[in-house]
């Protein structure tokens, strides 16, 4: 279902006033754009993909001058120092500039977000860092005030019920209103989620469909009453 993940604003489901003041930043000249973003807000709600849509379409930057970073698996001072000597080279592939998106920036050590407000305090022009969290409060105060904010909210039910019906009629498959209203539930707001129940039940017939939902119903179950017995433990 990673066909259905926005290219653009205008089909980006949900955050309407969030998309609205991020468009109004990054539609002027390529050197007006500030270059540090930060997009915070709930695992799922879109926060990479909006900076996707920044880097391609308003970056003008494309193939290896995106360099996404995870930083749970990169976050030590090392990726950091690696990024600020390569942040002063030109373009690869005749790119206007380079884009990182840092994606769980939280997870980075202290030294880490310390080398890293340093590469923000000596950007070039020409790149640019989109951070993306779901715990902000965990970055250093100096990142966060030098950086262009903005929060990602989960969707509405009604906005949610949009989307799966726009993948429903793409794929030209039904869901019963019964269906739909479980999907809704099990999603939780989470585009990202609801698509990948989709992608689970796309082509199946009613009572698999079900099955489906009522396997993701048990392993959710299990997963809470797992956590839950490790938090009395201790």
Do not use: W
């Not at 930083?71 to 030109?90: E, F, N, P, T």
């Not at 790119?95 to 997870?107: A, K, M, N, R, W």
């Not at 715990?135 to 799966?164: A, G």
């Not at 869901?175 to 999603?187: D, G, Q």
């Amino acid at each position: 279902m990673t066909k259905y993940r926005p290219k653009e604003f205008d089909s980006f489901y949900g955050s309407a006033d969030t998309v609205t003041a991020l468009h109004n930043t990054v539609n002027r000249a390529i050197e007006d754009i500030p270059n540090t973003f930060l997009f915070h807000g709930p695992s799922g709600c879109g926060k990479t993909t909006l900076a996707r849509i920044v880097a391609n379409v308003y970056l003008k930057a494309s193939g290896r001058d995106i360099i996404e970073i995870d930083s749970a698996d990169y976050r030590g001072i090392d990726s950091v120092r690696d990024i600020r000597k390569k942040m002063h080279l030109s373009p690869i592939s005749g790119s206007q500039s380079v884009v990182y998106i840092l994606d769980e920036c939280h997870q980075m050590t202290k030294d880490a977000q310390n080398a890293l407000l340093k590469a923000l305090e000596d950007t070039p022009k020409k790149t640019f860092f989109m951070l993306c969290t779901t715990e902000p409060e965990k970055l250093l105060k100096t990142i966060q005030t030098r950086s262009v904010s903005f929060k990602v909210d989960l969707l509405e039910d009604d906005i949610m019920e949009e989307l799966i019906a726009e993948v429903c009629e793409e794929e030209k498959f039904t869901l019963s209103k019964k269906h739909i209203s479980m999907l809704v539930n099990k999603a939780e707001g989470s585009p990202r989620q609801a698509l990948n129940l989709l992608d689970k039940v796309v082509g199946l017939d009613k009572d698999e469909i079900g099955d489906i939902f009522e396997n993701f119903t048990t392993q959710e179950t299990r997963a809470k009453e797992l956590a839950q017995a490790l938090i009395y433990q201790h």
